[in-house]
């Protein structure tokens, strides 16, 4: 690479300031584009079934006029169409725009360079401002046939958003570490289990709706070739934006509690039949109730062995894993009790109003199923302490005082010792003086015999020969 290609690449790279125009220019952004994109879609999702229905007629007035209170759908808030509410919303329009805020505050909170909470809340408040200014606005807009209340208007969008862009700029504001060090680890170790326990649920019930759809599959077709070319492009899009909510659905059906669609119970252990909606999406549902839905049971029972086996080593007492897996019992349930609120609701009224997901019912089964096989994996399968030995306890006296030494007394040993020491010295003095024949006599009989060969010593003059030779 030549020299002006590394100059060019660095100053590529220089970041650059934020500057307080800059940073009022992407808080716009990040607060109007999620709007204007969100009413785009809506709007253009509202021309398509309208251009390809069969009886109806297109006017961009109409498609824009509508585009309202579907937009403030889109959001979960509940409309009246002709004093009758509708607050069975398809839950699929809902998370597709909470991705679109999650995606604008995360890159809004990478080009501010947000490392803060403060600055995080800056991007947070002005998405949360925008939306709940427009929901009121639009909310006030709305008169006619479809009215919506201005307050609800107001609240929906702004906590829907305002969730998401919390989502959004987590990552980098450090909230998630001043959390991480204040809350007790094994709470933190439970709450992502618990959530993990969340995602399993949905997809059991993703795997329960694919099945009965495929055994329904005769149904499902009739219903689309009912209502032609056009119309069956619309039930598409109706069942599609539905389709969160009948996973929902079917998560609780295999949980136990099931659902009510009116007078029309679907559940393994309760089954009332009847007719339905001719949506595609509904002929999923049983005609007659089966013997073998009880198996459908193994399915939260894995997801809370899942939670437990998870949680086998969070913590050395036993006691402590059975907290962590009681939090993620009851943040799953918590999660699914909102999940199931919105996922149901009112049906305007008619015969088939209303859709009960059976919230309450469902979160107490979720926290049962997770708590009890998830305790008990985590309770045999984790690390045991090992007993404590209790060791025999010695008691020695000890001295209060120490008792200082009397100097007469250590003088009267040192004479004596001194005695001891003279009696010793003298009598080894007197064995050297007299010594004992007899112990020569034993020293001579026991020298080697192997000393001849070395050479006698010379006889000196004057020594006189020893005894008993």
Known sequence: MSLVDTDLVEDDEEPVPVTAGLRVKVLAVAAVGPLLTGYAAVAAVLALVTATAARSSFTTGGVLASAVPGWLAAYQV????EGHELGVLPLLSTVLVAVLVWRTAAGAAERLEVETPREAAQVVL????????????LGLLCTGRVVVDPLAGLYYPALVAGLAAVVGVLPQSGVWSLVTARVDPLALRGLSAGLLAVVAMVATGAFVLTLSLVLSGGTVTRLFAAEGPGGGLGMLLLSAGYLPNAVIAAAGFAAGPGFALGPVVVSPVDFAGGAVPPLPLLGALPETAAPWWVLLFAFPGAVGTLVGWLLRECAEEPRDRLRAVAVAAVAAGMVFAVLAGCAGGALAGGP???????????????VAWIAAPGGVVAWLMGPRPLPEVELPEFEFDEPDELDEPDESALAEELDGADDVVDEDAGDVADSDEEPDDEGAEVESDEEPEEAGDVGEPEDEPGAEEPPGR
Request: proline letters at 10%.
């Open 78 to 81: 509940p409309v009246r169409i």
């Open 126 to 137: 002005s998405v949360v401002g925008a939306h709940a200014a427009v929901g009121l606005t």
């Open 352 to 366: 088939f109003d209303p859709l009960d997901l059976r919230a309450p019912w469902l979160s107490l089964a979720l």
